[in-house]
T-cell receptor, first 112, second 114 residues
Framework: DQQVKQNSPSLSVQEGRISILNCDYTNSMFDYFLWYKKYPAEGPTFLISISSIKDKNEDGRFTVFLNKSAKHLSLHIVPSQPGDSAVYFCAALIQGAQKLVFGQGTRLTINP | DTGVSQNPRHKITKRGQNVTFRCDPISEHNRLYWYRQTLGQGPEFLTYFQNEAQLEKSRLLSDRFSAERPKGSFSTLEIQRTEQGDSAMYLC????????????FGPGTRLTVL
């Protein structure tokens, strides 16, 4: 059972425009969410996170939005830069437990 | 800046052989995790240590898999009698127990079972 889903395997965006990556989850017990970025031949790198008590968290060009009623979160990158080209994973956990549950990933390509 | 390191980075083995991977976490991190990632999927949790104690194991971790973390420092993941289905990227992560939920990942060990 895929508790965290990223339904878009790939996304292509023009440099300077906004990139929006989406993630849905099914387990209402999840109360903390993270986004990781992964380059080839490297491990995932933490990008930004959000607690379920918030609906938005911003860090520079990256903003994560959480809609608990829809069990949906999104990552906005603006403006998009060529170095943002990578695979992005959404992950969730239940506070008190330790395991991250990941989505399948979305490959983002930023075109010049 | 010493992050999480994993060795070897690549391992090719024949079916039925045993393999062992090593993970060195960030030095002050007391929590260590193993994940497995197959092509087109996100990482899947395998097991977790707090200091030297193995506190949780996924049902993905069959009895052919064993993980240890002696003295609460580095960790090893051993796979006995490897099968082709074991071919995957094995990722190690660590975190500071009091430092929130961010896990820091190593570069992974890619296992290919022929």
């Amino acid at each position: 059972d895929q508790q965290v889903k990223q339904n878009s395997p790939s996304l292509s965006v023009q440099e300077g425009r906004i990139s929006i990556l989406n993630c849905d989850y099914t387990n209402s017990m999840f109360d903390y969410f993270l986004w990781y970025k992964k380059y080839p031949a490297e491990g995932p790198t933490f990008l930004i996170s959000i607690s379920s008590i918030k609906d938005k968290n911003e860090d520079g060009r990256f903003t994560v939005f959480l809609n608990k009623s829809a069990k949906h979160l999104s990552l906005h990158i603006v403006p998009s830069q060529p170095g943002d080209s990578a695979v992005y994973f959404c992950a969730a956990l239940i506070q008190g437990a330790q395991k991250l549950v990941f989505g399948q990933g979305t490959r983002l390509t930023i075109n010049p | 800046d010493t992050g999480v390191s994993q060795n070897p980075r690549h391992k090719i083995t024949k079916r039925g052989q045993n393999v062992t991977f090593r993970c060195d976490p960030i030095s002050e991190h007391n929590r260590l995790y193993w994940y497995r990632q197959t092509l087109g999927q996100g990482p899947e949790f395998l097991t977790y240590f707090q200091n030297e104690a193995q506190l949780e194991k996924s049902r993905l971790l069959s009895d052919r898999f064993s993980a240890e973390r002696p003295k609460g420092s580095f960790s090893t993941l051993e796979i006995q009698r490897t099968e082709q289905g074991d071919s995957a990227m094995y990722l190690c992560a660590s975190s500071l127990g009091s430092g929130g939920f961010r896990q820091f990942f190593g570069p992974g060990t890619r296992l290919t079972v022929l």
